[in-house]
């Protein structure tokens, strides 16, 4: 049979084209993955920042039941009747997965998928910050692990976090454990809530690349709107956006950005393959990027996918399975749900 033609359109829709040598490539891999989807009753929830032929979602031909950021992954997740997540992200998505649905069996192609952010700051971190800082609430992104997000009080995605601090009365929140965030969080919420933001030293090794390169890309572009990540340095964000239209915000935000904008080309200051996924949604319009890779989410491929779900029922499958020890996984679900129930 051969490669689905809806797959064809829309990978080259994301790529730029497809040669035969990929078509003959992803088919066996494609087909093996749908079969075993269908017999072990297993979704695929797959990142923006994944590659291509991982992004192409089952309408299209593709694999992946869901393609969106961490936490809308994981909420539609939750929602499925599946007995099993393969979790195409990394290890602190596949765990907030797991937070929600432990019900299911959530599946982490290849565990050494971390994140610079998440890894800046551990639970023990979070109880010295609240002893410093007594009776001031702690929010947590929630790019953190579970035994961090077991110490905070609620969690926050980008696009909810003022709406989160307005509910408490306090006058100072700590925000962990983006700083660039908190800074470029920092004037909205003083503007908004009249709250001050205590930061944690913790940055995305990708987002935080984003300095000249794309200063330089803004002025030998002069039409082009700007699409910058929160996690993007806050210099970079006031220099750029001061002369040019565009957003800083949360993946979500950019989506909506380009849909409403009038522009045909874009800077992106996020990760690499968010560009593939607007070229695939939005095919007349034209993003420009530095092009930086998140490593920790390329570890993620088909090949790993195929071998997660062939693993399913054997002794190997213990090595993709994600457990969270209950105490925590319940302590951690507290801010999880908080967050959910305020948004
Ligand atoms: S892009 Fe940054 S925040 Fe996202 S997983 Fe990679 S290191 Fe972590």
Same mark, same amino acid.
């Given at each position: 049979?051969p490669l689905?033609s809806?797959?064809i359109? !829309?990978?080259?829709?994301?790529?730029?084209?497809?040669?035969?040598?990929? $078509?003959?490539?992803?088919?066996?891999? /494609?087909?093996?993955?749908?079969e075993l989807?269908? +017999?072990?009753?297993a979704?695929?929830?797959?990142? @923006?920042?994944?590659t291509p032929? /991982?992004?192409v979602?089952t309408?299209?031909?593709?694999?992946a039941?869901?393609?969106?950021?961490?936490l809308?992954?994981s909420?539609?997740g939750?929602?499925t009747?599946?007995?099993?997540i393969?979790?195409?992200?990394?290890k602190f998505?596949a765990?907030?997965?797991f937070i929600l649905? #432990?019900?299911?069996?959530v599946?982490?192609? &290849?565990h050494?998928?971390?994140?610079s952010?998440?890894?800046?700051?551990?639970?023990k &971190?979070?109880?010295? /910050?609240?002893e410093?800082? #007594?009776?001031v609430?702690?929010?947590a @992104?929630i790019?953190?692990y579970a035994e961090?997000?077991?110490?905070c009080d609620?969690?926050?995605?980008s696009? *909810?976090?003022v +709406?989160i601090?307005?509910?408490?009365e306090? +006058?100072?929140? $700590?925000?962990?454990p983006?700083k660039?965030?908190?800074?470029?969080?920092?004037?909205?919420?003083k503007?908004?809530?009249?709250?001050t933001?205590i930061?944690w030293?913790g940055?995305?090794e990708?987002?935080?690349?984003f300095r000249e390169?794309?200063?330089s890309?803004?002025?030998a572009?002069?039409?082009a709107e700007?699409?910058?990540?929160?996690e993007v340095?806050?210099e970079t964000v006031?220099?750029t /956006?001061?002369t040019? !239209?565009?957003?800083?915000?949360?993946?979500? &935000?950019?989506?909506s950005y380009?849909e409403?904008?009038?522009?045909?080309q874009?800077?992106?200051?996020s990760?690499c393959?968010?560009?593939?996924?607007l !070229?695939g949604?939005?095919?007349?319009?034209?993003f420009?990027?530095?092009?930086i890779?998140?490593?920790?989410?390329?570890? $993620?491929?088909l090949? *790993?996918?195929l071998d997660?779900?062939r693993s399913?029922g054997? #002794?190997?499958?213990?090595? @993709?399975?994600v457990?969270?020890?209950?105490?925590?996984r +319940?302590?951690a679900y507290?801010p999880? !749900?908080?967050?959910?129930d305020?948004s």
């Amino acid at each position: 049979m051969p490669l689905n033609s809806l797959f064809i359109e !829309k990978y080259s829709a994301m790529t730029g084209g497809i040669s035969e040598a990929t $078509i003959s490539r992803l088919k066996p891999l /494609l087909e093996e993955i749908r079969e075993l989807k269908k +017999k072990h009753h297993a979704v695929i929830l797959s990142h @923006y920042y994944m590659t291509p032929e /991982l992004q192409v979602d089952t309408k299209n031909g593709g694999v992946a039941d869901f393609v969106g950021d961490s936490l809308g992954l994981s909420v539609a997740g939750k929602d499925t009747k599946a007995d099993y997540i393969i979790f195409c992200g990394v290890k602190f998505m596949a765990e907030t997965a797991f937070i929600l649905s #432990p019900e299911k069996k959530v599946l982490l192609p &290849d565990h050494q998928a971390g994140c610079s952010l998440a890894e800046s700051i551990t639970g023990k &971190d979070v109880i010295a /910050l609240k002893e410093k800082h #007594p009776g001031v609430p702690v929010i947590a @992104y929630i790019n953190t692990y579970a035994e961090t997000k077991a110490e905070c009080d609620v969690c926050c995605t980008s696009r *909810n976090a003022v +709406k989160i601090a307005k509910s408490f009365e306090s +006058k100072e929140l $700590i925000f962990i454990p983006d700083k660039f965030m908190g800074q470029n969080l920092a004037s909205k919420f003083k503007t908004e809530t009249d709250k001050t933001l205590i930061l944690w030293n913790g940055s995305c090794e990708v987002h935080e690349q984003f300095r000249e390169n794309i200063e330089s890309m803004t002025m030998a572009n002069p039409e082009a709107e700007l699409l910058l990540h929160w996690e993007v340095p806050q210099e970079t964000v006031a220099s750029t /956006l001061k002369t040019r !239209k565009g957003i800083v915000g949360s993946t979500s &935000d950019i989506l909506s950005y380009v849909e409403q904008s009038k522009a045909s080309q874009f800077i992106l200051g996020s990760e690499c393959d968010l560009g593939a996924t607007l !070229k695939g949604m939005f095919p007349t319009k034209q993003f420009i990027t530095p092009c930086i890779m998140c490593q920790h989410m390329k570890r $993620i491929t088909l090949q *790993n996918t195929l071998d997660a779900l062939r693993s399913i029922g054997t #002794p190997n499958e213990a090595q @993709y399975n994600v457990s969270i020890d209950e105490t925590i996984r +319940k302590k951690a679900y507290a801010p999880i !749900k908080l967050m959910l129930d305020l948004s």
